[in-house]
């Protein structure tokens, strides 16, 4: 019997089993935590280094810090991101946002994937009380009222089983299985945009500038690693994409130098595509109708998806680890039942308001900037004029850096 059984050992499911460990924390040493991964890479501790990187708000590096994993990623690099500057095409003005007006020492990192699953995981095994169940895939669950587990079937090398635990957790993506088999409806919109996302290197060092370029197609976003590398997230259109994934290497560096506009690249010197493919992907606004039922609950892309414009996706997850393990923490040693729905909703509402506000500003921000009409071009041109004004600016970076679900909430 497990008290706590996690579907998916991405990083945001690795995370909290990483928060609920005993490494740290021997009040968690009690708390039996499985861990259920099909990808067989991760028993190997293998994490491909790809180059695909997420944007981390300084919030969110304090909940990683609270739980003991910081350490590793900034032992194997972090990129610290000093400044953010936001413009509108190739207009003159553009606004900055200097983590110095803050005063903290970064507005938030730019970690690759696999330097934080490496991370995540060599913290996970020194916590005695996790255990991996890889490679596996689950089946089915069924809630046993009576006993109030979940029981739970799987496919692994040593054929089909059943688990039970006290509480299932499905942090397996926006396509969830455990939230399909519970049928947990959604609420959805696609966008008619693809995500490209590639890696650059450039001449001259990016000095610790990230860049969120508006551009007719979608936002542009130019994330720093290292000190002359830079992770590009290129928002197409749907016509668009086929045709740029198609291109030689040459056309292709051609058509992402358009992207970055002649100021920019005058700065950065001359650049160089090194990723090996070009990966995409096309975003979604998704939400569950709820992120629990007996027994069970939902987190990171498995309870909300939003698009990539501000790079908030794997912020809104680690702020739902945040909250469940604390959640979790307090019944464990209070005595509550972990699955039981009052203890559960202390977990949904503390996170459903935040995810949906940034959702839909998210929603809002991309339909605005994506738009061609005249009204939103001068509207959002103001817009921009307006976020140059101290107080309005402090208020926005604010809660793009996540301080306001800091790890002491």
Known sequence: MFDVLIV????????????????????????????IESNDSFLRGEFTADGRASAIALGSSKIWQNIGVWGGMQRRGVT???????????????VHLRCEEMGQEALGYIVENSVTLASLWEFAR?????????PAKILD???????????????????EQYLETKLLVGADGGRSQVRQLANIAIDERLYDQTCIVTTIQSENPHQNFAYERFQSSGPFAILP???????????????????????????????LSKRFGAPLIEKLGNIKVISSDRANYSPRWMHSQSYIQPSLALIGDAAHTTHPIAGQGMNLGIRDVNALANVLKVAHQNHEELGAINVLKRYQSKRKWDNLGVIWLTHISNLLFSNHSWFFKVFRRFGLLLLQ?????????????????????
């Open 141 to 159: 669950i069924e809630y046993i009222s009576d006993r109030h587990v979940m029981r739970v079937k799987i496919s692994s090398d040593i054929g």
């Open 389 to 409: 004004i101290s107080p309005l600016k402090r208020v926005l970076m604010y809660f793009m850096m996540g301080l306001h679900q800091t790890a002491n909430k």
């Open 8 to 35: 998916g050992a991405g990083m945001v499911g690795a995370s909290l089993a990483c928060a609920l460990g005993d490494r740290d924390c021997a009040a968690n040493s009690d708390l039996k935590v499985g861990i």
């Open 80 to 94: 610290p991101m000093h400044t953010i500057q936001v413009s509108e095409g190739d207009l003159p003005y553009q």
């Open 126 to 134: 020194g916590c005695r009380n996790l255990e991996l169940i890889c």
């Open 225 to 255: 690693l290292g000190s002359d590398r830079a992770c590009i997230v290129w928002t197409a259109t749907k016509e668009e994409t086929p045709i740029l994934l198609a291109l030689d290497e040459v056309t292709f560096l051609q058509e």
